[in-house]
């Protein structure tokens, strides 16, 4: 998260335009689509709780990677099956062109590197529960402002509704602890980069559309998430510890591997596959559950506390989305 969305992200990603393709299906073609959504926000709710077990030491023996270094390791193994995939599209399908390269490499920087290195700063500033309330939550309403700043879309009722929520939603889940600013303890500021990371996702979002138009959405996915991967290499490269990275334990190494192969690798292919099978607005409805589940699984396995202010916030964030959905 994704989380991408990340993610209401991987539509933008994906570029994938949804046909309801399963009008007509067989039962067991559409229990198929229902049940790779179903992995999708399992593995995208989870992702939040294995980067907290990564950018904090959440057991025994456990060490601790920066926000850019869990990004950087997380993207190096999904790019080394991400490259070979890009080569043969370049090859066999439609080559690349040198014009369109800088847009790759901005797309990246904005929907990889960027994106996870504010939402990564943000769980290890609050917590995995509140990151996917914030995070997640928030890229549509997001992309709302956006679309309507950039593109000039007319601001409904409902849309001032739902930004009045989301606003009035975030406040409430900021307000549960002190106000502290500070970089190394401020939960404030890491749910400020959280805001941020929605915002930035929002602006990636506005800009991938374009090149999507070009190029098919396998090209598009595994060129953004290879120019990325450059990005967090070089800037870790001068900034990082890269030997923070072999005293990792065993159950953190494994939550690298799910956060590249589970998230990033088969959640984005199977959520392509939902879009191009069900109708985007069908799609977009189980993603609300992903905040949720991310609480949840915050809760049982972290151990963290579930504040009323996270409840009470999130329901105000997703009740705002709900409004925009009512047709």
Not at 246 to 258: E, F, L, N
């Amino acid at each position: 998260m994704t989380s991408p969305t990340h993610d209401a992200q991987s539509s933008d990603v994906s570029g994938v335009v949804a046909t309801p393709y399963l009008d007509g299906a067989p039962t067991l073609a559409r229990v198929g689509v229902y049940a790779a959504l179903a992995f999708v926000i399992v593995a995208w709710s989870g992702s939040f709780v294995a980067a907290q077990m990564v950018l904090s030491a959440t057991h025994p023996g456990a060490a601790t990677l920066s926000p850019t270094m869990l990004a950087t390791a997380r993207f190096l193994l999904a790019s080394a099956v991400f490259l070979p995939i890009l080569l043969r599209q370049h090859r066999r399908v439609q080559p690349l062109r040198a014009r369109d390269l800088p847009v790759f490499l901005l797309l990246g920087q904005l929907g990889i590197s960027g994106y996870f290195w504010l939402q990564y700063t943000g769980v290890q500033l609050t917590n995995a529960g509140v990151s996917a309330v914030l995070a997640v939550s928030l890229i549509p309403l997001a992309t709302m402002v956006l679309s309507g700043l950039v593109l000039g879309e007319a601001l409904s009722w409902r849309r001032t509704v739902a930004l009045a929520m989301g606003a009035i939603g975030v406040f409430v889940v900021v307000s549960q602890q002190r106000l502290d600013v500070s970089l190394e303890t401020g939960f404030l500021f890491g749910a400020l980069c959280l805001v941020a990371n929605a915002l930035c996702f929002a602006v990636y979002s506005t800009l991938v559309r374009g090149i999507s138009a070009r190029y098919p959405p396998l090209t598009v996915t595994a060129a953004m998430m290879v120019a990325g991967t450059l990005g967090l290499v070089l800037v870790s490269a001068v900034t990082e510890d890269w030997s923070s990275v072999r005293a990792m334990s065993g159950p953190q190494w494994t939550a690298i591997v799910y956060l590249a192969v589970a998230c990033s690798v088969l959640a984005y292919f199977f959520y392509n596959l939902a879009l191009s099978r069900l109708e985007a607005s069908k799609v977009a409805v189980w993603l609300y559950a992903e905040p949720v589940l991310a609480v949840v699984l915050g809760a049982a396995m972290l151990g963290e506390v579930v504040a009323v202010q996270t409840v009470v916030g999130g329901a105000l964030i997703l009740s705002g989305l709900y409004i925009t959905q009512r047709t």
